[in-house]
């Protein structure tokens, strides 16, 4: 036996209502109408960014105090994200401003990663050793990316 009202009764409707949801994004980022979603995505990205590196700078006592800059700096790129993705004219000011920072940052993070390498035992000479278990030279790239999707963001148009 049947419910007379089956929850599957809407499924085509709402198939249909995805593609064209799915279709509608697709031409924004054809066209370049990318702005307020890499806004989402560069708030997003800059919050979970920064408490993985507070925890990994908390385990190393935040013994240089360049560690607490990306950690300060992630709620000021979500901040600017979010002004983003719900206005045009901070996507265009505030979030450049705040992806830049944050790009310099992760360039810098990527330099004084590589020196606490150099400064191991054996140095880059001992180099996989070093980077499992000093510094993580690549991690401070991954903050860069944050950075760059909101410096992208802010040269990108709007979606309809």
Known sequence: MTAPFSRH???????????????RMVRNIETG???????????????????EIFFEHDKASFGD????????LGPVG??????????????????????????????????LHARGIAEKPGG???????????????APLLVTMVGAMGLLAGILRRER
């Not at 105090?65 to 990306?70: D, E, H, I, L, V």
């Not at 880059?124 to 690549?138: I, K, T, V």
């Open 9 to 23: 009764e809407k499924s085509p409707e709402l198939v249909a209502e995805a593609l064209v949801g799915i279709d």
């Open 65 to 72: 105090p360049w560690m607490w800059a990306p950690v300060v």
């Open 124 to 138: 880059f000479g001992n180099l996989r050793y070093n980077m499992e278990m000093g510094p993580p030279l690549l």
């Open 78 to 111: 979500a901040a600017a994200g979010v002004a983003g993705f719900f206005s045009r004219r901070m996507a265009k000011t505030a979030l450049p401003v705040a992806s830049a920072l944050i790009v310099a940052n992760g360039l810098q993070g990527t330099w």
């Open 33 to 51: 109408r990318f702005e307020r979603s890499l806004s989402a995505v560069t708030a997003v990205g800059s919050l979970v960014t920064a408490a």
